[in-house]
């Protein structure tokens, strides 16, 4: 398996159980929307992909966004390289997926 398709099957993984904890809390919600908000004022604006996530957010429902993250679609696998739903993921659930993945790349050889 190459680096890069590893790297957006990790994302898809992460961003998978991004939904789900999403779906099992709705306050979670919050986080990517105040992320969102915070980069905004650090850098002075968002990058070009960052406002598209705002837009998003504004455009389309929940179920939508969440259909987002959990696509293999070539446009969601864009969106996720600068995802706004930093902090849902707690560093054990994160580091489970990252050892997943660093073992399939030595099982892949």
Known sequence: MNMQKRSDERSITLHRE??????????????P???LERW??????LSRALEEW???FHQNTKEQ???LLESDSEESI????????TGILNDNERKKIFK???M????QV
Not at 78 to 85: D, T
Request: net charge positive; glycine share 2%.
């Open 54 to 56: 705002e837009r998003i």
């Open 65 to 67: 966004i969440l259909s």
């Open 40 to 45: 905004k004022q650090m850098k002075d604006g």
């Open 104 to 107: 399939k790349q030595y099982h």
């Open 18 to 31: 991004i939904a789900e904890k999403l779906r099992d809390n709705p306050a979670l919600w919050d986080i």
């Open 78 to 85: 864009r969106l996720r390289s600068s995802s706004p739903f």
């Open 100 to 102: 997943i993945f660093s």
């Open 33 to 35: 929307r105040k992320n």
